[in-house]
Nanobody
Framework: QVQLVESGGGLVQPGGSLRLSCVAS????????ASWYRQAPGKERELVAW????????NYADFAQGRFTISRDNAKDTTYLQMNSLKLEDTATYYC??????????WGQGTQVTVSS
C-alpha cells in the first residue's frame, strides 16, 4: 500500500524557518517524484513546489520562489520542503502528493504550519 507521511510542521514566528519531511512507503521511491501542496482555511489547495517529470528541475509557485526549496533523499525515501523567511500568509496545512501508475493522486495526511508572532 502506497503511503505518504508528512512531518515537521509547527508554530514559527515571521521570518523563521521550518523543514517539512514526506516519507514514502509501499513504492519504489527512486521511480517517483513527490510534490508539495498547501491549503489554508477557506482556500483551495495550491501547488507549492514540484520536480519536473524526470527530476532534473525544481519548480516553485511564485510565492515560494526564493524562499522554499524542495529536495529528496533516495536513501531515506523522503522528500523535503525547506521553508525560509516564513510569512503570516504561509500559514496552512502542507501536503505531499505523488502518483504511482494508476494510483493517482496519493496524498499524505498533512502537517500544519502556523506562522504567528
Amino acid at each position: 500500500q502506497v503511503q505518504l507521511v508528512e512531518s515537521g510542521g509547527g508554530l514559527v514566528q515571521p521570518g523563521g524557518s521550518l523543514r517539512l519531511s514526506c516519507v514514502a512507503s509501499g513504492l519504489r521511491f527512486s521511480e517517483i517524484f513527490a510534490s508539495w501542496y498547501r491549503q489554508a482555511p477557506g482556500k483551495e489547495r495550491e501547488l507549492v513546489a514540484w520536480f519536473s517529470h524526470n527530476g532534473d528541475n525544481r519548480n516553485y509557485a511564485d510565492f515560494a520562489q526564493g524562499r522554499f526549496t524542495i529536495s529528496r533523499d533516495n536513501a531515506k525515501d523522503t522528500t523535503y520542503l525547506q521553508m525560509n523567511s516564513l510569512k503570516l500568509e504561509d500559514t496552512a496545512t502542507y501536503y505531499c502528493m505523488t502518483c504511482v501508475l494508476d494510483n493517482c493522486p496519493v496524498w499524505g495526511q498533512g502537517t500544519q504550519v502556523t506562522v504567528s508572532s
